[in-house]
């Protein structure tokens, strides 16, 4: 059964620092997502992606973020200068059209 | 404001006993419903959906879901539940007039099961 994966299951990186948290959806799927959940607190939203473009983001998603579908299998969430506060298991998701979504394992990102 | 109250954190059953979990969703019309497990871990995985049509509808690893348009609720059930149930449950929505849009998540009830 296909399945999203993420890479790397684990990213420690110090404030400050860009990082690059990688995603390959299910094939066919048309619309691509980034979800983050702080430990112990709700999965939260942070934006969507369809047909190129960023479709709606949260107010957690400034211009310290931004997306990217560089190749047509690949979508990469990019944080540019990391804050402690960034420190979260950071899911990536995608649906077939637009309904039900199909969750990756997630990144751990610990932000020092 | 949409949301979603799973008014349980913790819920301790005992293996071979049924299970309940409930959800209750704030929403401007009816929205699309979803339950997800996220085992240690692990990712979310989906256990069931909610369209349109039947009010209970069947998920993978023999869970069930019932809508109750009424209470504004769609509790997750299980009538045996296996050591291998413990994990955490969040239930969401999603807006039927946003294709695409986003899901807003519970915050999660973690299911202990005893031997």
């Known amino acids: 059964e296909p399945e999203v994966t993420q890479t790397p299951s684990h990213q420690v990186t110090q404030m400050g620092q860009e990082v690059i948290l990688r995603c390959v959806p299910i094939?066919?799927?048309?619309?691509f997502y980034w979800y983050r959940q702080i430990l112990g607190q709700k999965v939260e939203f942070l934006v969507s992606f369809y047909n190129n473009e960023i479709s709606e983001k949260s107010e957690i998603f400034d211009d310290q973020f931004s997306v990217e579908r560089p190749d047509g299998s690949n979508f990469t969430l990019k944080i540019r200068s990391t804050k402690l506060e960034d420190s979260a298991m950071y899911f990536c998701a995608s649906s077939p059209l637009g309904y039900e979504q199909y969750f990756g394992p997630g990144t751990r990102l610990t932000v020092t | 404001a949409q949301s979603v109250t799973q008014p349980d954190i913790h819920i301790t059953v005992s293996e071979g006993a049924s299970l309940e979990l409930r959800c209750n969703y704030s929403?401007?019309?009816?929205?699309?419903l979803f339950w997800y497990v996220q085992s240690p871990g692990q990712g979310l995985q989906l256990l069931l959906k909610y369209f349109s049509g039947d009010t209970l509808v069947q998920g993978i690893k023999g869970f069930e879901a019932e809508f109750k348009r009424s209470q504004s609720s769609f509790n997750l059930r299980k009538p045996s539940v296996h050591w291998s149930d413990a994990a955490e449950y969040f239930c969401a929505v999603g807006a039927r007039d946003n294709q695409g849009g986003k899901l807003i998540f519970g915050q999660g009830t973690e299911l202990s099961v005893k031997p």
């Open positions: 094939s066919n799927h048309l619309y």
């Open positions: 929403y401007g019309a009816t929205p699309y």
